[in-house]
């Protein structure tokens, strides 16, 4: 009797384990095209993406770099060390300008980052952690 109720707790605990370890393959496959990671400029400068790839570029406007011609609008970002070229068609946030912050979703095609979509910062406070500390490490 004894040997029974071990070998039904072995068994419990195989399923169980088995039952997790499917459950997160199937998360990480769902989630797989839904997790965008934020870059600078420099770390796609350093080691370019994946051109199926979709991701956040993050970063400020270029001083003079801001072009619009109908819907399509083109800037760089950078980040203090490095610049991407950055084209978008679409309306852009109210508080879209040069010398601000931005974080644009979208792939590198051919040296170009293709955006999807543009965010602007909400508020003069607003930075992410990562930029912040480059841009103070590039004054």
Same mark, same amino acid.
Request: proline share 4%.
């Given at each position: 009797m004894?040997?029974?109720?071990?070998?039904?707790?072995?068994?419990l605990?195989?399923?169980?384990?088995?039952?997790?370890?499917l +459950?997160?393959? &199937?998360?990480?496959?769902a &989630?797989?095209?839904?997790?965008?990671?934020?870059?600078?400029?420099?770390?796609?400068?350093a080691?370019?993406?994946?051109?199926?790839?979709?991701?956040?570029?993050?970063?400020?406007?270029?001083?003079?770099?801001?072009?619009? +011609?109908?819907?399509?609008?083109?800037?760089?970002?950078?980040?203090?060390?490095?610049? /991407?070229?950055?084209?978008?068609?679409?309306?852009?946030?109210?508080?879209?300008?040069?010398?601000?912050?931005? /974080?644009?979703t979208?792939?590198?095609?051919?040296? /170009?980052?293709?955006?999807?979509?543009?965010?602007?910062?909400?508020?003069?406070?607003?930075?992410?952690?990562?930029?912040?500390?480059?841009?103070?490490?590039?004054?």
């Amino acid at each position: 009797m004894r040997g029974l109720k071990k070998r039904r707790r072995v068994r419990l605990i195989l399923w169980t384990g088995a039952a997790l370890t499917l +459950s997160v393959v &199937f998360f990480g496959y769902a &989630f797989r095209d839904g997790i965008q990671f934020f870059r600078t400029p420099a770390q796609v400068v350093a080691k370019a993406p994946d051109p199926r790839e979709t991701f956040r570029l993050g970063g400020m406007v270029e001083a003079g770099s801001l072009t619009r +011609s109908g819907a399509q609008v083109a800037f760089r970002v950078t980040d203090g060390e490095g610049t /991407i070229a950055v084209s978008y068609t679409g309306i852009t946030p109210d508080l879209f300008a040069e010398g601000e912050g931005v /974080i644009a979703t979208g792939r590198l095609e051919n040296g /170009i980052f293709r955006a999807t979509e543009i965010l602007a910062k909400h508020d003069e406070n607003y930075m992410p952690r990562e930029l912040a500390g480059l841009m103070a490490d590039a004054k």
